[in-house]
């Protein structure tokens, strides 16, 4: 454990009855770090969420919080907020006895609850709500609800469960800002669950990228999109072009290619598809699909190596469906991958 | 063409009057008769009086089954509902082993006939053990309320999204706090239609307390048999009219509060 882990988990494993759903899990989270758990369903992220919350009993390992081992501290008593991704707020209660359940069990009375109350649901921007239903309101405000619920308990570590997957786009952009703003303003530590590799790199301080129940790669938003390690995460984050590496040439197709260039000693290579150069270089592939997509269009080809992803800015000449295309995976773009499976 | 078209025509409305009047006719003729002047059960009526209905209200013995019948219902559903409640919980929240050998077990007294869960009560409960006829009654009508408490309380907590026990307990509540503030509440109107099926369905019952019925004590609907067989006065159409018009009035107030057939 580091010195600055505020929340850390040291082993953790995390099981339903025979099925291990999370192995030996190591990870140090700081004071006020905005981390994104990501990784597509199965991969053991929400698992591992309930599992902070205390909602999942830990098969092995630690939770640390705050200094303390809260691994067998029942939920109630950990201090840690979660967002539901249904917000599971009180049907039969009202916006404001919502906010107020906890402060109330707290044992919050009077005037001092509600300040609070009314603090908490104006800091969302729903003081004009405070006496609707749930059902009354549309998920955006449900879910700000659910967050001012959450934060006038002033959780230690604050957990969100796919905090924007539900909303359109708008309401997204509404919703990433607000969660900045609170993780700004309060300095809570945040811990979110996503699918969505564009949420985790719009809204993390560091992303953690798991794959059935493991750790792939722990990084800044940069180094997940730009310097993926490993043929996952580099599918993950949209590096259409993923191929092993062999003795310096590409394995692909169950044939060796020979690489342009000195190719870096790696398990494996990854190219964006406005990486691959289109119209010149040693490789050739017939265009089997093309699409427009605003300022650059996107091109399949079909190539020795497989199918090959590529986009050129949308002002070049456009090549018509079966057009032959010279086509180059220039070795000094190519990201190396220290894992390839 | 023309006849046979028109008979295809007349056929759906006809059969639909001839099915509501099978259904509502009893009622009609029962209602009608207890307004009745004359001395015997008879339909059409002879003449129009209050007196039968008036009747009802001075024998004795129907006082005494009315409250027993009442005592029944009330206590045999709150009890079925303070057992039903948790197993309902129990198996709509956790996956049970055997939930489904459980549910059907506590569907039983609904399957097996009445005749015979009266005649079993009787013969293996009531007679080796000495347990009082009250105390049979009671027990006996528990079971029968048991399997409408334990459907319609699951039907309304399938409703309920269970991630509102967690967001409880998360915000300090205990488990069994989180049921009581976040839970109950919202079954609430499940548990009342619950209570009000099973107010009914015990009131009615007549198979199994023909079995457990005795000297001095006997529920309404005995009563009104045993009576019948005595006398053959309106008197019995007016408290069967009466008792239609209390769970007409019961149901009707249910649904038009609580959305009764949200559950049923």
């Known amino acids: ?341 | 063409m023309m006849p046979n078209s028109l008979g295809r025509n007349l056929f759906i409305p006809l059969t639909l009057f001839l099915v509501i009047a099978f259904l509502i006719g009893p009622f009609l003729i029962i209602v009608a008769a207890s307004f009745s002047a004359g001395d015997t059960l008879a339909f059409p009526p002879q003449g129009f009086s209050l007196r039968w209905i008036a009747k009802v209200f001075t024998v004795e013995s129907f006082r005494a089954s009315f409250g027993m019948s009442l005592f029944l219902a009330i206590g045999g559903t709150a009890a079925a509902l303070v057992l039903g409640i948790p197993a309902s919980y129990a198996l709509s929240r956790y996956k049970l082993p055997g939930a489904e050998v459980i549910r059907t077990v506590v569907s039983a007294p609904i399957i097996v006939p009445g005749i015979i869960v009266g005649l079993a009560l009787l013969r293996y409960i009531v007679v080796p053990f000495g347990v009082g006829i009250s105390l049979a009654l009671f027990l006996a009508h528990t079971a029968l309320v048991l399997p409408y408490a334990v459907r319609v309380v699951s039907a309304s907590l399938d409703n309920l999204r269970s991630d509102i026990e967690e967001a409880a307990v998360l915000l300090g509540s205990s488990r069994t706090g989180a049921f009581f503030r976040v839970v109950l509440p919202n079954i609430r109107g499940g548990i009342l239609s619950a209570f009000i099926l099973g107010f009914v369905t015990s009131f009615n019952q007549v198979p199994v307390s023909l079995f457990l019925s005795g000297p001095g004590v006997r529920t309404l609907p005995i009563d009104m048999i045993a009576y019948m067989e005595i006398v053959f006065d309106p008197s019995v159409a007016a408290l069967s009219a009466l008792l239609a018009f209390l769970s007409i009035g019961i149901v009707f107030a249910a649904e038009r509060f609580l959305g009764f057939s949200r559950y049923v």
């Open chain 1, 1 to 341: 454990m580091s010195d600055q882990a505020y929340l850390s988990l040291e082993k953790l494993t995390l099981a339903y009855g025979d099925s291990v759903a999370v192995a030996d899990l190591d990870l140090d989270i700081r004071r006020g770090e905005l981390i994104a758990l990501l990784g597509p369903s199965g991969c053991g992220k929400t698992t591992t969420m309930r599992a902070i919350a205390g909602l999942l009993p830990v098969r092995s390992g630690h939770v640390r919080l705050d200094g303390a081992d809260i691994t067998h501290v029942s939920p109630n008593k950990r201090a840690v907020g979660l967002v539901f991704q249904s917000y599971a707020l009180f049907p039969h209660l009202s916006v404001y006895e919502n906010v107020a359940f906890g402060l109330r069990l707290k044992g919050l009375r009077g005037t001092e609850l509600d300040a609070k109350v009314q603090s908490g649901i104006k800091s969302v921007g729903l003081s004009s709500f405070a006496n609707r239903r749930p059902a009354e309101l549309s998920g955006g405000q449900q879910q700000r609800v659910a967050l001012a619920r959450s934060m006038v308990m002033e959780p230690k570590v604050l957990l969100l469960d796919e905090p924007l997957s539900n909303l359109d786009a708008r309401l997204r952009l509404e919703m990433r800002t607000e969660l900045q703003r609170v993780q700004k303003e309060t300095g809570v530590t945040m811990i979110f669950v996503t699918h969505d590799q564009a949420e985790a790199l719009a809204l993390a301080d560091r992303i953690v990228v798991m794959k059935r129940g493991a750790i792939e790669q722990i990084g800044s938003p940069q180094d997940i999109y730009n310097r993926p390690q490993s043929s996952f995460v580099a599918d993950f984050v949209g590096f259409e072009n993923v191929f092993a590496l062999e003795g310096g040439k590409l394995k692909a197709a169950g044939s060796l290619f020979e690489l342009q260039g000195e190719a870096p000693s790696a398990a494996g290579l990854a190219w964006r598809p406005r990486m691959v150069s289109l119209g010149t270089g040693p490789f050739r592939g017939t265009v089997r699909g093309t699409s427009f997509a605003g300022d650059h269009r996107e091109y399949l080809l079909d190539t020795p190596l497989g199918l090959i992803k590529a986009e050129v800015e949308a002002s070049q000449p456009v090549h018509d469906l079966g057009t032959e295309l010279a086509f180059d995976l220039p070795a000094h773009k190519a990201v190396p991958l220290s894992q390839f499976s």
